[in-house]
Nanobody, 122 residues
C-alpha cells in the first residue's frame, strides 16, 4: 500500500528553520518526481519545490534561496530544508509523488501524504 508520511513541522519564530521529511513506501520511489506542496485555508494548493528522479530541482519564487529540496533514494525519503522562515510560510505542508516528470499542478500528482503543519510567528 502506498504511504507517504510527513514529519518535522512545528512552530517557529520568523527567521527560523525547519527540516521537513517525507517517508515513502509502496511504490517505485526512485522513479518518481517528488514535490512539496503547501496549503492554507481558502487558497489553492501551491507547489513549493520539486525534485525529479535525476535530482533536478525547481522552486516556487517564494521559496528560492530559502528552501532546499533533496531526496535520499536509498531510504525512500524526501526532505525540505526551510530557512529564513516567514509568517507567510505558515501552511500545511504535503509531500506528493508524480511518475517520472514533475507536474506543475497539484492535481497531477498521484500520491499524497497527510501533511505536517508549519507555523511561523512574527
Amino acid at each position: 500500500q502506498v504511504q507517504l508520511v510527513e514529519s518535522g513541522g512545528g512552530s517557529v519564530q520568523a527567521g527560523g528553520s525547519l527540516r521537513l521529511s517525507c517517508a515513502a513506501s509502496g511504490y517505485a520511489y526512485s522513479l518518481y518526481c517528488m514535490g512539496w506542496f503547501r496549503q492554507t485555508p481558502g487558497k489553492e494548493r501551491e507547489r513549493v519545490a520539486a525534485i525529479d528522479r535525476y535530482g533536478h530541482t525547481s522552486y516556487a519564487e517564494s521559496a528560492k534561496g530559502r528552501f532546499t529540496i533533496s531526496r535520499a533514494n536509498a531510504e525512500n525519503t524526501l526532505y525540505l530544508q526551510t530557512n529564513s522562515l516567514k509568517p507567510e510560510d505558515t501552511a500545511m505542508y504535503y509531500c506528493a509523488a508524480h511518475p517520472f516528470r514533475c507536474g506543475s499542478s497539484w492535481a497531477e500528482y498521484n500520491f499524497w501524504g497527510q501533511g505536517t503543519q508549519v507555523t511561523v510567528s512574527s
